[in-house]
C-alpha cells in the first residue's frame, strides 16, 4: 500500500506524505536541546506538535536517552502525588525498557517510592538515574496542558524547576533537556484556572526559555511534500504555483495544508469532475477541496466554534475586525490577544491583530452569517428570490448580483438606522452573497486591503474571478482614489471589470448605479 496523506495522529515518514522539517528539527535540537534548555512547545491543536516530537525522538535517541511520555489519557494520574509518582516511575520504566537500559538500573528506578515523600523519592530517583546511564536524558511530555490546572502538576514542575537550578550550580545531576507540549503557555497558566484558583497563577515554569521557532510551513516546505507525491504519481501539476496557493490560503497551518492535499487525492480525484489525479491536481481542483473544506465539520473547526461560546470577548473581537474593519494593535499581553493567537485564531501582521488565515477566515464568517441568520431580530430578511436566478449557463451574473442587491438594500433603508447600516453594510452584502455561491462558489476577504472604511472581497466561481470593493463615502477624492485603487488591484488580478459597493450616508447623496473606466478597468459601482 502507498504513502498517503495523513491529518489524524503522527506522521510517519515511511507511511505518508509530509513536510520535510528536517531543519526545524535540526533547529531545536541545536539552539534548545544542546544548550540544556526546558521549554515548552506551545501551539495551536493540529499544529503539528506531536509529529515534530516523534521526529525529535527519532533523531535524537541515538546519541541521547529520550523519555517520551504522554498526559493525554493520564486523568488519574492527578488524583494524588502518589499516583503522579508512581504513574511516572510505570511510563519511565517503559520507556527504559524500551532503549535496552541495563537491567539493574530499571530495577533501581522501579523499587519502591516512600508513601510520605513520593516527590521527593521521584527527585532522588531522577539523579540516581542520570548518573548511572552516562548519557544525556531528555524528558519529552505530550499533552501536558490536559492537567496543567492542576495543583499537583504544579508540585511536578517545582521539582523539575529545583532540580534544573541545582543542576546549573553543580549540586545536583538531573535532565539535560525537559520539553512539554500543548496548546496552552505553562508559564500563564491563569487561562485555564477556575476563578477561584487564582492563586495558582504563578507557574514555576518561569525557568523555560522562550520558544520562537515558527512551526508552519513555507510555500518551500508544502512544496518538499508535494514533489514527493509529485515523483509517485505523476500529475504534471506545478508544484511551486500549488505550494504557493495552498499557502495563501493556510498560511502554512499544518492541519490544513495536509487537509487540502487529503480531500484532493482521497475525495476529488477519481470523480466525474475530476477522473483522474492530473485533472484533479489544478487550481479548479484546489477551489473544490477548498468548498469541501469549507462545509465540513471537523475537529480543528469544532474546536474554534467552542472557544467563541466560551470566551464572548474573543468572539466579539473577531467580529469586529471581520464585519466593522475595526483594527486593534497587537499586545501580546493582552488576555483576548493572547487566547486567540495562543488558539490559532488570531496572529501579528503590521503591528495589527489579523485572523491567521483565508480558511479559517472564511469559516468565521460563515459561521457568524449563520448565526445572525437565525436571528431575525438582527439582520433583516435575506433576499426572496432563488439564488440561481444570478446563474446562467453556469456562469455566475455578478452585475446582476450588484443591481438586485441595490434593490434589497433600498428596502433594507426603509426600517433601519443609519447606524444600523454604516456599521452592518458589509456583513448584509456578504448574507446576500453567500447563498448565490454557496456549495458552487468561494469567496474571501483580502486581509491587506481591510479596514474600517475599504474591504475588498474576491469570488471565485467555476473558474471566473470577480473582485468587489466595498467602501464608506469620504469624499469626492477619497472616492476618486478609490475607483484607481481597484483598478490597480484588478490588474493585479488580470481582471478586466470589477465591482465598487460604496455606503454614502450624506444628507444630499445620489444613490445609484453607474458605469465607468478607470485606468482601462470597467467598474460597475453601486452607490447606496
Aim: aromatic share 12%; charged share 25%.
Amino acid at each position: 500500500m502507498g504513502k498517503r496523506f495523513n491529518v489524524t495522529g503522527t506522521c510517519i515518514p515511511s507511511e505518508h506524505y509530509m513536510v520535510n522539517i528536517d531543519s526545524k528539527i535540526h533547529a531545536i535540537i541545536k539552539d534548545y536541546i544542546q544548550m540544556g534548555s526546558y521549554f515548552t512547545i506551545n501551539r495551536a491543536r493540529q499544529f503539528g506538535k506531536t509529529t515534530t516530537l516523534y521526529l525529535l525522538e527519532e533523531k535524537l535517541k541515538s546519541n541521547c536517552i529520550v523519555l517520551s511520555l504522554s498526559f493525554e489519557s493520564a486523568d488519574d494520574y492527578f488524583e494524588s502525588i502518589q499516583n503522579l509518582v508512581d504513574g511516572l516511575i510505570m511510563d519511565i520504566s517503559d520507556s527504559l525498557c524500551a532503549q535496552n537500559i541495563p537491567d539493574d538500573i530499571i530495577e533501581k528506578w522501579n523499587s519502591p517510592v516512600s508513601p510520605r515523600f513520593p516527590l521527593r523519592t521521584l527527585g532522588t530517583r531522577i539523579t540516581e538515574l542520570c548518573k548511572s546511564c552516562h548519557r544525556d536524558i531528555i524528558l519529552i511530555i505530550d499533552e501536558v496542558d490536559k492537567s496543567s490546572d492542576n495543583q499537583i502538576f504544579l508540585s511536578f514542575l517545582g521539582l523539575l524547576r529545583e532540580k534544573y537550578l541545582r543542576q546549573k550550580t553543580g549540586r545536583d545531576t538531573t535532565f539535560k533537556s525537559v520539553i512539554l507540549a500543548g496548546v496552552y503557555d505553562i508559564k500563564n497558566l491563569k487561562l485555564k484556572l477556575h476563578p477561584s484558583e487564582e492563586s495558582k497563577n504563578n507557574s514555576p515554569w518561569n525557568i523555560a526559555a522562550d520558544f520562537l521557532l515558527d512551526m508552519s510551513f513555507s510555500p518551500e516546505d508544502i512544496a518538499s511534500m508535494l514533489l514527493e507525491y509529485e515523483t509517485d504519481h505523476h500529475t504534471g501539476m506545478d508544484i511551486s504555483a500549488f505550494s504557493q496557493q495552498i499557502y495563501d490560503f493556510t498560511s502554512g497551518y499544518p492541519y490544513l495544508v495536509s487537509r487540502i492535499c487529503q480531500i484532493i487525492d482521497e475525495r476529488i480525484a477519481g470523480t466525474a469532475s475530476y477522473p483522474d489525479r492530473k485533472s484533479a491536481w489544478t487550481k479548479s481542483g484546489f477551489l473544490y477541496a477548498i468548498r469541501i473544506l469549507q462545509k465540513e465539520s471537523n475537529s480543528l473547526f469544532e474546536d474554534m466554534i467552542k472557544h467563541l461560546y466560551e470566551y464572548p470577548q474573543l468572539s466579539t473581537m473577531i467580529q469586529n475586525i471581520l464585519f466593522r474593519g475595526i483594527r486593534y494593535t497587537f499586545e501580546p499581553n493582552s488576555f483576548i490577544i493572547n487566547l486567540g493567537t495562543m488558539f490559532g485564531f488570531l496572529k501579528e501582521h503590521n503591528s495589527q491583530v489579523i485572523v491567521a488565515n483565508r480558511i479559517f477566515e472564511t469559516k468565521l464568517y460563515n459561521f457568524f452569517l449563520s448565526e445572525e441568520e437565525s436571528n431575525s431580530a438582527s439582520i433583516p430578511a435575506g433576499i426572496d428570490a432563488a439564488p440561481n436566478q444570478f446563474i446562467s449557463h453556469g456562469m455566475l451574473q455578478m452585475d446582476l448580483v450588484m443591481r438586485k442587491f441595490y434593490e434589497y438594500y433600498e428596502n433594507i433603508c426603509l426600517n433601519s438606522s443609519e447606524k444600523f447600516l454604516e456599521e452592518e453594510g458589509r456583513r448584509i452584502f456578504l448574507m446576500f452573497l453567500r447563498p448565490i455561491i454557496n456549495g458552487t462558489g468561494n469567496y474571501y476577504i483580502e486581509a491587506q486591503t481591510r479596514d474600517n472604511t475599504r474591504t475588498d472581497i474576491i469570488v471565485d466561481y467555476l473558474g471566473q474571478q470577480f473582485v468587489i470593493e466595498l467602501k464608506i463615502w469620504k469624499g469626492a477624492q477619497y472616492h476618486h482614489n478609490g475607483q484607481i485603487q481597484l483598478a490597480e488591484y484588478l490588474e493585479h488580478f488580470n481582471q478586466d471589470r470589477g465591482y465598487l459597493l460604496t455606503f454614502n450616508f450624506n444628507k444630499h447623496k445620489k444613490p445609484g448605479i453607474t458605469e465607468s473606466i478607470c485606468k482601462g478597468k470597467k467598474i460597475l459601482e453601486v452607490i447606496l
